[in-house]
């Protein structure tokens, strides 16, 4: 009882003497948040120094025999003291370097150390390419084009997916559409071009990606009703286009470069173009259709060209012609006649009504085509250097950066380039003479024309019989407008005839009504064979 | 000084004093640098056939009269080469061509 018992030191309050028994300090996520490292612990470390480790713990320091275990920070002899309680614990202090170069994987037993929720994320010092967001439906269209490319599915079928905005970088992986052949036995392994179909119809979309008009292999398109106002000229590169509909949109007059598509070498076939609001012409070209007819044509099947080879799948003739719109290169409209004034009154004047033409042949050689070649003395070439630097600019990728350096002194200019970045996106204009890009035509004018299909009519019961089908049996669909785009002067309108026009490269003849595939009733060989 | 007949070139100068020395009719492309230099008015300019860009610096100024000599060359030709733009400075080049008037 009385026996003196060995003094321990009294215990001080709040601080455990069992490191694994203290308490944790309430973690404060922002401080974690700049690591997310694992502590670092190794299985080598198990002596006591592991402690100091331990993120959040205080090292410590034991001096003396284990019974006067004290913090060393309280005092050297706490021996018989009472001690007071610690205040509140220093700010801790220790913090591993950001970038300690040593990867430590996480063993999933320390996820408690990982906060759940980072406040804010980590602000990326350098600048970062911006993503354009892209809409629901257009990213559907992008997943259906990614799959369609890894099964080799050659229709992709987009039908009233309320698709509004198509971008280039959605479409531009179809261009490295590949076929894959089908490998089954006793089947000889078939290379083949890819034939893709691509059916937008019934959409909302306003215009069209310059990267559409670079898939090669795009044999059908269909833009049926959408809200699409213009059809960019980069059409005519689709060499391989054989179904085009174009009908049910806003469309007020079509690129020259669509005429492109009928040249031989070229597979179109069907062609929808009505209904859409087409610019009227102030006057009618009924003189010019009387001298024709309503009916189709009569063809003459000349017996040696048994062959449908190089035949013209369509025919077209000019009717006639709207004043010039000219513009300087900054985009200021110099004329009287302007594009937009027309396109507002919805009804474009005629200058004139080309005169019709009796007989016209085409040959499947190039050369022996007419060139007509009206020099205007004044005019010149050479672009300005306005023009000069915007078509540099605008095989440029950074041209889309450019506006938003100019400043607001020289907005003329800004929108100049808003508008390159636009026709950049689109495709680009080319000059309808000399196939040059263009940025700002100088020379913009309405042509009207009737196209009419050339087919093989079954009416007289036998194969080898052709009709020139007009391609609307509408009154008001014969004359067709197409915006034509000249560089310069020297590439403007020029005198021509209202004949039936044969695409390059392919053969035949009209003369008046008929149209003659081979050599004339009566003659032994024809200027036009080669 | 009596009146002589103007020099066949004329001098145009960048900000950063290099000269350029310009077939005059060349030069008249650009409607600015023709009232500039025209002999009738009584610009300083017109004087001496020197005239000082403050605006415009000597690359830019380079490109310009490159293209005085482009259109100079080409303008009655048929087929016209695309003159080459380096993207850098296209920017500074079309506020010169449009303070120019290089814009028919």
């Known amino acids: 009882m009385d026996q003196e018992e060995v003094s321990l030191p009294p215990l001080i309050s709040g601080v455990s003497h069992n490191p694994r028994k203290r308490p944790r300090q309430p973690r404060l996520s922002s401080s974690l948040s700049v690591n997310s490292s694992d502590p670092a612990i190794f299985s080598s470390d198990d002596d006591p120094a592991l402690d100091n480790y331990v993120e959040g713990r205080q090292k410590k320091k034991y001096i003396g025999s284990w019974f006067k275990h004290d913090p060393a920070s309280s005092s050297d002899s706490t021996f018989g003291e009472p001690t007071v309680a610690l205040g509140p614990k220093p700010k801790r202090t220790f913090r591993r370097d950001f970038d300690s170069g040593v990867f430590l994987g996480s063993d999933g037993t320390d996820s408690e150390g990982v906060p759940e929720v980072l406040d804010s994320p980590a602000k990326p010092k350098l600048p970062q390419v911006v993503v354009p967001k892209i809409s629901a439906a257009e990213q559907k269209l992008r997943d259906r084009i990614e799959r369609c490319l890894e099964t080799g599915d050659e229709a992709i079928d987009f039908w009233q997916m309320n698709l509004c905005e198509l971008s280039n970088d959605t479409i531009a992986p179809l261009s490295q559409f590949a076929h894959i052949p089908k490998i089954t036995k006793d089947v000889a392994f078939e290379q083949k071009e890819p034939e893709l179909k691509l059916y937008l119809a019934q959409n909302r979309l306003m215009r069209l990606p310059g990267a559409l008009f670079d898939v090669t292999y795009l044999t059908t398109l269909s833009l049926r009703n959408n809200k699409l106002a213009e059809v960019p000229p980069a059409i005519g590169k689709m060499h391989n286009l054989q179904q085009l509909n174009l009908s049910q949109n806003r469309i007020r007059y079509f690129p020259v470069e669509l005429l492109d598509l009928f040249k031989a070498n070229n597979r179109l076939e069907g062609l929808s173009l009505f209904p859409n609001p087409l610019l009227p012409a102030e006057q009618s070209f009924e003189s010019l259709l009387d001298d024709v007819g309503p009916e189709p044509f009569e063809v003459w099947d000349g017996a040696p060209w048994k062959t449908t080879e190089n035949l013209p799948r369509f025919l077209t003739r000019r009717l006639g012609r709207s004043p010039v719109q000219t513009s300087e290169s900054t985009g200021k409209i110099t004329s009287v006649f302007t594009m937009k004034s027309a396109t507002d009154a919805g009804i474009v004047r005629v200058e004139q009504i080309f005169n019709t033409k009796h007989e016209s042949h085409g040959s499947p050689d190039p050369s022996d085509e007419p060139s007509v070649q009206q020099q205007t003395v004044s005019s010149t070439r050479v672009p300005s250097l306005v023009e000069t630097v915007m078509r540099s600019a605008h095989r440029s990728p950074h041209l889309g950066e450019m506006a938003s350096y100019i400043p607001d002194e020289l907005s003329h200019l800004r929108t100049l380039c808003d508008r390159a970045t636009l026709q950049q996106d689109q495709g680009g204009l080319v000059c309808s003479q000399c196939r040059r890009t263009i940025v700002t035509p100088a020379l913009e004018w309405i042509e009207w024309r009737e196209i009419r299909s050339f087919s093989e009519s079954t009416r007289f019961g036998r194969a080898g019989k052709y009709r020139l089908v007009p391609i609307s049996v509408r009154r008001d669909e014969i004359n067709v407008p197409f915006i034509h785009r000249a560089c310069s002067s020297r590439c403007g309108p020029q005198e021509q005839h209202a004949g039936w026009e044969f695409p390059q490269g392919t053969r035949g003849r009209t003369i008046g009504n008929i149209f003659y595939t081979g050599p004339l009733p009566g003659e032994e060989g024809t200027p036009s064979d080669p | ?104």
């Not at chain 2, 100068?13 to 409607?31: H, N």
């Open chain 2, 1 to 104: 000084m009596d009146v002589q007949a103007p020099s066949k070139y004329v001098t145009l100068i960048s900000s950063d004093g290099f000269e350029f020395v310009v077939l005059r009719e060349a030069a008249m492309v650009s409607p600015i640098v023709k009232g500039m230099l025209d002999p009738k008015s009584q610009f300083a300019e017109a004087k001496h056939a020197r005239c000082v860009f403050q605006e415009i610096s000597s690359i830019v100024l380079d490109k310009i009269v490159e293209y005085f000599h482009y259109w100079y060359r080409y303008r009655n030709s048929e087929d016209v080469p695309d003159m080459d733009i380096p993207v850098e400075i296209c920017l500074e080049l079309l506020a010169a061509a449009d303070y120019l008037g290089l814009d028919q």
